[in-house]
């Protein structure tokens, strides 16, 4: 469950510390979007089901094309 990984919340703080100096670089919110589909996580929360993993990589497609049309 999410309690063993302690390491979380620094890595994500020092991400969104670092990112925003990098002006090609975006966060995505895949554990908001994936904390409202649990279906799309197996039992342990953490590696995607088939369907997990085609979200998430529309999500970054999406995310891209955002960054892409804003150029």
Known sequence: DST???W?????????HIV???ANARI???DKLAGQHHDW???D????KPNGAAS?????ASTYRSYVAGR
């Open 45 to 48: 929360d953490l590696h995607l």
């Open 28 to 30: 995505v919110d895949w």
């Open 56 to 60: 998430y990589a529309a999500l970054i």
């Open 41 to 43: 996580l197996y039992g």
């Open 4 to 6: 063993d990984r302690q």
């Open 20 to 22: 925003p100096e990098f």
């Open 8 to 16: 979380q919340k620094p890595n994500n703080t020092t991400i969104a």
